[in-house]
């Protein structure tokens, strides 16, 4: 299966206090995750075009006329022409067996829950025939049509992290941010 993974970092991580791209490992522990998960192409989406400096690799900076995931995810769509799995930057748990346990769970796409069985469509796998709502007003609107699915063991893995109290989260105590 050919799927590029598009890595979101083009937040502000303002209620973080700290760029949560560079923490954890950052974009290039999820790139290797990805790429031992058999995921050959990952491209950063970096948001402003000043930010992509702070990453190596397929960089795309957010184009200036577009506002929200809702209406840059359907871009990046089209300019990748290909099938694309979601990453958020702040995905500090993710590892390749979660990978690979959503895609081989979610081939005609889907959004993975986590630990408290919420949906995070900042995860989201999005086959390349996939018709998106162009009426969405959130990414959460964009992959509504997309089934849950549910990665069992692996559902800490899609977990995100906002603010700084979300840090400590058990299964992070033995990293450095």
Not at 35 to 63: I, M, Q, T
Not at 127 to 156: F, N, W
């Amino acid at each position: 299966m050919s799927v590029v993974a598009v890595i979101l970092a083009g937040g502000g991580s303002r209620r973080m206090g700290q760029d949560k791209a560079r923490m954890f490992g950052g974009v290039d522990r999820l790139k290797q995750c990805l790429a031992e998960a058999g995921v050959e192409r990952s491209v950063v989406l970096c948001g402003d075009e000043e930010r992509a400096s702070l990453f190596r690799g397929e960089v795309l900076a957010d184009p200036p006329h577009l506002n929200g995931l809702h209406r840059i995810i359907p871009w990046v769509r089209s300019q990748l022409e290909a099938s694309i799995l979601l990453i958020p930057c702040d995905a500090f748990l993710l590892s390749p067996e979660a990978i690979s346990a959503f895609l081989a769970a979610a081939s005609g796409g889907g959004v993975p829950l986590d630990e408290t069985g919420q949906r995070q469509p900042l995860f989201a796998y999005l086959p390349h025939k996939l018709v998106l709502d162009t009426s969405a007003t959130s990414a959460t609107s964009l992959v509504q049509g997309l089934p849950s699915v549910d990665v069992g063991r692996y559902r800490s893995a899609f977990s995100n992290f906002n603010r700084p109290s979300d840090l400590q989260h058990p299964q992070l105590s033995d990293r450095q941010p």
